[in-house]
């Protein structure tokens, strides 16, 4: 069982900064890790994604302001989110994929108001 746990959410005005991040107990370097997220009603949206030979890719809504990066040494995987918009609000959640199995983190709620 993969436990992943999400922090860095919070309250930021449109234009600014937030890193998330995902930690596990578990060595994530061989699973492919992504960031979702979700608002209520809603089906969750690929924000990007990070394969386990170092390729990424990013959800076109947020192409460019978004980088997904891994520390290996911290079992932790990032998402750097800059130029924050108010529809980039809603609750963002860590996915880890390995062997046919899916992992999920309780998500991290990020809203983006002035």
């Known amino acids: 069982q993969v436990q992943l746990v999400e922090s860095g959410g919070g309250l930021v005005q449109p234009g600014g900064s937030l890193r998330l991040s995902c930690t596990s107990a578990t060595d994530l370097s061989f699973y492919t890790m992504k960031w979702y997220r979700q608002l209520p009603g809603e089906q969750r949206e690929l924000v990007a994604g990070?394969?386990?030979?170092?390729?990424?890719d990013y959800g076109y809504s947020v192409k460019g302001r978004v980088t997904i990066s891994r520390d290996p040494t911290k079992k932790t995987v990032y998402l750097q989110m800059n130029n924050l918009k108010p529809e980039d609000s809603a609750t963002y959640y860590c996915?880890?994929?390995?062997?046919?199995?899916?992992?999920w983190g309780q998500g991290t709620q990020v809203t983006v108001s002035s």
């Open positions: 996915n880890a994929v390995f062997g046919g199995f899916s992992y």
């Open positions: 990070s394969g386990s030979g170092g390729s990424t």
